[in-house]
Nanobody, 128 residues
Framework: QVQLEESGGGLVQAGGSPRLSCAASGRTLTRNAMGWFRQAPGKEREFVAAISPSGTSTYYVGSVKGRFTISRDNAENTITLQMNSLKPEDTAVYHC?????????????????????WGQGTQVTVSS
């Protein structure tokens, strides 16, 4: 059973640069696509960023491009989300997700239904 645990959230001032981490346990995820999603109060879960198993391909929602960077360390079985120039609208619970083994098309990286394992989430609150 795969377990994902996020860390690094908290209260941040606008313009801040927190770093979220997601540690996987249960089995190694070196062959799994992984991603970050977020959910603000009263809103649907939104794709933020994703990364291919090898780390060579990354995907971002337009609102975070140029500000957020997703990366992975397959040796440590972790992924991170470096968040820069935070804005109040980035306030949300951020969830780490991992897809099961198998081929994933590019368009599938942004779909929550493409992922089989989810972390509980970490709250990021951006104050203006």
């Amino acid at each position: 059973q795969v377990q994902l645990e996020e860390s690094g959230g908290g209260l941040v001032q606008a313009g801040g640069s927190p770093r979220l981490s997601c540690a996987a346990s249960g089995r190694t995820l070196t062959r799994n696509a992984m991603g970050w999603f977020r959910q603000a109060p009263g809103k649907e879960r939104e794709f933020v960023a994703a990364i291919s198993p090898s780390g060579t391909s990354t995907y971002y929602v337009g609102s975070v491009k140029g500000r957020f960077t997703i990366s992975r360390d397959n040796a440590e079985n972790t992924i991170t989300l470096q968040m820069n120039s935070l804005k109040p609208e980035d306030t949300a619970v951020y969830h780490c997700a991992a897809r099961g083994l198998g081929y994933i098309a590019s368009y599938e990286y942004t779909q929550p239904t493409s992922y089989h394992y989810w972390g509980q989430g970490t709250q990021v609150t951006v104050s203006s």
